[in-house]
């Protein structure tokens, strides 16, 4: 199994000829009213013939619909399955999976398991885990924190790499006014990390977006977060857009 982290909250995953995405994003122009621009420009995603897609929920930094819409051929778009209708409204090639359910890509499987969404839309959101290769890895799109990190790692576990947001970003737009993290923070990242039972844990959904007053990013990111991992004794990941993870 070979990843590279992509844009934002996106991933790549491939497997012989297989190849897969999750969370692609590469136009951020419906976020900026609420998001604001990103610090750097977002590179155009690659979607070959025979593409595979994930998404964790609808968000538009999640759910980039022209990203999605250039799959074609074998390719097909996961997602949880109360999210299928709005997705085959758009025209997409949806395959909708229950929580715990397990679907093969030809080499890859993928399952999503539980996620925690800020606006208590819990049903619309989830993480997923990908295996193939004797590799497995979890993606956990911009959860917060959650108590079911040690139930995913007894039934799926064990991981060589955790994706974790850890932006902890505190959002005051659609209804929402608290000063509370609606994604992880850094330390929460790393102990939903240590709680899967991962080997290693790389930091996502960070370092693009910082809009205050409506969209406002934790600082020191980095640094807190490899302070975080190194008192826990878990390798710490930071990969910058389009760079290789390596899974030790």
Not at 10 to 19: A, F, K, P, T, Y
Not at 222 to 237: C, D, M, P, V
Request: with cysteine; net charge negative.
């Amino acid at each position: 199994m070979r990843v590279r982290r992509l844009a934002w909250a996106g991933l790549e995953i491939s497997l012989g000829d297989l190849r897969l995405l999750i969370d692609p994003l590469e136009n951020a122009e419906p976020l900026a009213p609420a998001m604001g621009v990103p610090r750097r420009p977002l590179p155009p995603v690659e979607i070959l013939p025979g593409t595979h897609a994930l998404i964790t929920h609808l968000h538009p930094d999640h759910y980039d619909h022209g990203v999605l819409a250039r799959i074609g051929g074998e390719g097909t778009v996961g997602c949880h399955e109360p999210v299928a209708a709005a997705l085959i409204d758009a025209g997409l090639p949806v395959v909708a999976q229950k929580i715990g359910q397990t679907r093969d890509l030809g080499g890859l499987t993928v399952t999503p398991v539980t996620s925690l969404d800020w606006r208590g839309n819990d049903a619309d959101q989830v993480a997923w885990i990908v295996a193939g290769g004797g590799r497995c890895i979890i993606h956990c799109g911009d959860t917060m924190w959650h108590g079911s990190w040690w139930q995913i790692a007894r039934d799926h576990g064990p991981f060589d790499v955790a994706f974790v947001p850890v932006n902890g970003v505190i959002a005051r737009f659609e209804g929402y006014e608290a000063n509370v993290p609606v994604t992880m923070t850094p330390e929460q990242g790393v102990e939903a990390a240590v709680a899967l039972g991962a080997g290693a844990v790389c930091a996502i959904h960070y370092g693009l977006f910082d809009n205050p007053p409506t969209y406002v990013e934790q600082p020191d990111i980095e640094n807190r977060f490899r302070n975080a991992a190194s008192e826990r004794g878990i390798t710490a990941i930071l990969a910058a857009d389009g760079e290789p993870v390596v899974l030790r």
